[in-house]
């Protein structure tokens, strides 16, 4: 039973009508008011009928105002309902066949392998056709309206063969928002968006694609086949009341503004609901090296937070120290000139707050990280080149090895006071800004200090090897101060009871 429509007024009736496919699978769409949801149309070869129930439920044949979109195999077709005029047609490019289609009142979405098609139905005209080249061939499709607005699309919910995996594109662009595998050895058949209490979620029918082997009886292949099925449907039914109760929800978000590949907005999304003091700027992720694995989060702190961390630091400036190989304990050094110290882990509600950014940015637990410490850098001030990794077993005891630093630039600095590494294996002079460097920023990959900008760097590989491409070190400030503050993560939980300056 196809759902129509109400009848819409004259001046907009072009823009509302019935949708009958001769090909494909077609998605059932609620109707907008279930009182017109009477109607039922049917294609013959070269013949449409359109019948209605009447008031002792039987069917008979009627006519409607508006318009139906007829799907062959190559075209879409806009027909009069009362004429059988054809008021508009579109003909498949380089002589595709449409295998899958879905509609409703004002869209028209359809795929052939791996070829989507996009069309718009208005004003008596088919139209807004857009083409989006898919990884893999669909195998299913729905447009089935979710959200706000209950008579337009908003995303389309695309199954796929080869790789068994569905996809949530964005409408009217057709851009891809989300990915997601189904399971192994299966795929989506059928799929419908849909809504339980307010709720919005994804209901899959599925089916299971297993390789036999040929001596099996075809007996066995269909007993085998029909429990999967019923597991699978069982399984179905389970998932729709756990999402129906509120239990939990598929992740369906249109990411309006953001690339799907670009991770800044999966880290902002993170980030824009926690606390914090002042607007930070423009917040985005720029991905500096794989060896070692060096990322730059551009607007991570805000101007307030810089200056809070720097305030509270200054009362217990003292010279800043290494630690001895030998002992693990800390020593004087000509290699690092700085001032710093130390601020307690959790000290106040604006240090929870960037410690709880960090874990989001990284992954890594708070309570991994050793206390903030803020440095200072005057002009000929340097840290020569290091590794923030342990060698010693007096430090690795406390939660382990060191295994990431975030390191955030609190001022900028007129010249000098990058952060190099030397052992990175790529490009150096490939950096956009590599002429604006010093002497001692163009020896490696070498990061500006920009205030509210903050950079993580791994100083172990993802098989827990440590990296020594994570060697690394400050630049002397020519001109200028500078002020950081380091973020030290270890592979277990870690312990610190000093306070302040300590």
């Known amino acids: 039973m196809t759902k ?50 009447n008031r002792v439920d039987e069917l008979e044949e009627t006519e409607i105002k508006g318009f139906l979109s007829e799907v062959t195999s190559s075209s879409v077709r806009l027909v009069s309902s ?91 662009d057709v851009t891809l928002v989300i990915k997601r595998k189904i399971g192994e050895n299966v795929n989506a058949r ?15 029918a599925v089916m299971a694609m297993k390789l036999r082997q040929s001596q099996r009886s075809q007996a066995r292949k269909w007993s085998t086949l029909m429990l999967v099925l019923l597991m699978l449907f069982m399984l179905t039914i389970v998932l729709l009341m756990l999402l129906s109760f509120g239990v939990f929800s598929l992740p369906i978000d249109t990411f309006d503004e953001y690339s799907p590949t670009d991770l800044s907005s999966f880290r902002r999304a993170a980030t824009e609901r926690s606390e914090g003091i002042g607007k930070r700027g423009d917040q985005w992720t720029e991905i500096l090296s794989w060896e070692p694995r060096a990322f730059l989060y551009h607007g991570f702190l805000s101007k307030e937070e810089c200056e809070y961390l720097i305030s509270l630091a ?57 206390g903030l410490q803020v440095l200072h850098y005057e002009e000929g001030q340097k840290y020569e080149p290091h590794y923030d990794y342990f060698v010693d077993e007096f430090n690795t005891k406390n939660g382990g090895q060191r295994m990431a630093t975030m390191l955030m630039y609190l001022s900028d600095v007129e010249e000098g006071g990058e952060t190099v590494f030397p052992a990175a294996n790529m490009n150096f002079s490939s950096v956009p800004w590599y002429n604006e460097l010093s002497e001692c920023g163009k020896k490696g ?13 791994w100083s172990m590989r993802p098989d827990a090897t440590l990296d020594p491409s994570s060697l690394h070190g400050g630049c002397p400030v020519i001109r200028g101060n500078k002020w950081s503050s380091t973020k030290w993560m270890h592979v277990g939980e870690t312990i610190y009871c000093f306070m302040d300056g300590g």
């Open 445 to 457: 990959l070498s990061v500006k200090p920009r205030m509210g900008d903050a950079l993580l760097f």
């Open 190 to 204: 059928s799929v419908l968006l849909c809504a339980f209490q307010g709720l919005s979620g994804v209901s899959l």
């Open 4 to 53: 129509a429509p109400p009848l819409p007024p004259p001046m907009t009736k072009a823009k509302n009508g019935l949708h009958n496919p001769s090909a494909g699978n077609l998605s059932r769409e609620k109707a907008i008011d279930e009182a017109s949801d009477t109607f039922l149309v049917v294609s013959f070869i070269g013949e449409t009928r359109i019948f209605a129930m």
């Open 82 to 172: 009362e004429t059988r005029e054809l008021l508009s047609n579109w003909d498949a490019p380089d002589g595709l066949n449409l295998n899958i289609v879905t509609a409703n009142a004002r869209l028209v979405l359809l795929a052939s392998k791996d070829n989507l098609f996009y069309l718009e139905v208005g004003d008596g005209e088919l139209k807004g056709m857009r083409r989006t080249q898919l990884d893999n061939p669909a195998s299913c499709l729905d447009i089935n309206p979710i959200g706000a607005y209950p008579s337009c699309s908003e995303l389309a919910l695309v199954g796929k063969w080869t790789d068994n995996s569905m996809e949530i594109r964005k409408l009217p």
């Open 314 to 370: 200054k009362p217990y400036m003292v010279k800043s120290t290494v630690v001895d190989s030998q002992t693990g304990k800390s020593k004087d050094s000509r290699v690092r000139t700085s001032s710093g110290t130390f601020l307690r882990r959790g000290r106040d509600k604006v240090i929870k707050t960037i410690e709880k950014r960090i874990a989001d940015y990284t992954f890594i637990p708070a309570d991994h990280g050793e």
